[in-house]
């Protein structure tokens, strides 16, 4: 089986509640999902379409390619099982290659030992067909195999990322509690946003947002900032694969003379983190930076976005305070935002209630482990009227 022509089941997974934006692209890029479930999607193609994937996804976690599924009750049963893989035609017997794996098993205490028998699987194999083993460990520098066991179902993958789509490598200085690359594109992707009209990011913080804004309007795509990737180590793997794909990044770049994306902070320090993260980005002189509260951010007039992401007292601040900070950006966005959408992004909604204005919309997210709403207002400039 030549895994870069050969067609077979793909997960891509995600963060959770990041499938329906993901699904998004998936669709975009010409793929047909088969199933979407809530932290990612499945659909059937070679690792080759996988680095179209890897290279294009802003909301992903990984890319994987499925080898085989069995049923599994015990470690030996999964050792036995792979030890029928031809690991010899996937991975380079000079090379290097890690394990990495969920496992819900009562015979598994902690996934390492999972990733230990899967490894001697492989080492056992390349040893009786090639008489040489590959090194092994568990930086994800070369091939990555992973383990998916739940109940009695395994199912073993190449994992073609290797380390997570969900960082797109710009973000030199993270700066404080910053938020999640691919969450920030899912928060922007979600939004009402055309890609053309102003989006103001007041309390820009490290700048993701903004960022992911500015990248997403000119098709930047993520690929354009990493250079290595899982399926790069895999046997069968020709450079000229990649080249193609990534010579087509540069291509669908464009260039939209009108864009204005304003981010704001009161913070100097910050402001200048966002300014090297973008500068990273290559999007630096597509945003106007400014340093002053946000009350005091540049307002284009007319239609556009925006977007906050304050904190929300799981992990900074103080809820009494952010209460009126709360306060003080619904006065923000009714006042100095008309005619514009409003997005306020929170893991707090009693907070949210200080804001005092009608939500049009909910969205689910998670920050990590926080359970997240990015609130959607209507700024109507003037009265909003209503036609009998």
Known sequence: MHVFTYRRKIIITCHKWLAPSLEKQVIELGFEPKRVFQTGVELIGTVQDCIKLNLNLRCASQVMYSLKSFQCEDPDQLHDNLLSVEWERFIPPNGYFSVTSNVF????????????????????????????????????????????????EAEIF??????????????????????????????????????????????????????????????????????????????????????????????????????????????????????????????????????????????????????????????????IELNATYARIGDFLKQQCKGKVGYVFTGNLDLAKAIRLKTKRRIEFFNATIDCRLLEYELYDGSRRTDK
Not at 143 to 151: E, G
Not at 280 to 304: Q, R, Y
Request: aromatic letters at 6%.
């Open 105 to 152: 098993h009562p015979t598994i205490s902690t996934n390492l030992f999972a990733n230990l028998r899967v490894k001697d699987a492989i080492v056992d194999r390349m040893r009786d067909t090639v008489r040489r083993r590959p090194n092994t460990g568990s930086e994800l520098l070369g091939a990555v195999i992973y383990l998916f066991w739940k109940n009695e």
């Open 158 to 319: 190449i994992d073609t990322s290797g380390e997570t789509l969900a960082k797109h490598g710009y973000r030199k200085l993270p700066g404080q509690a910053p938020m999640l690359e691919a969450l920030a594109a899912a928060t922007i992707l979600s939004s009402q946003w055309d890609r053309t009209s102003p989006l103001i990011n007041p309390m820009c913080g490290s700048g993701t947002v903004a960022i992911e804004a500015a990248l997403i309007a000119t098709n930047r795509a993520p690929g354009l900032l990493r250079n290595n990737y899982a399926f790069m180590h895999i046997l069968g793997y020709e450079a000229d694969m990649y080249n193609r794909e990534r010579a087509m990044l540069d291509e669908q770049i464009i260039r939209v003379p009108e864009l204005k994306i304003i981010a704001s902070d009161m913070s100097e320090r910050a402001i200048d983190i966002a300014r090297i993260n973008a500068a990273a980005a290559g999007v630096e002189d597509l945003i106007d930076f400014e340093v002053c509260d946000f009350e005091e951010t540049t307002v284009p007039e007319g239609e556009g976005v925006v977007m906050f992401n304050p904190e929300y007292g799981e992990r900074l601040g103080d809820e």
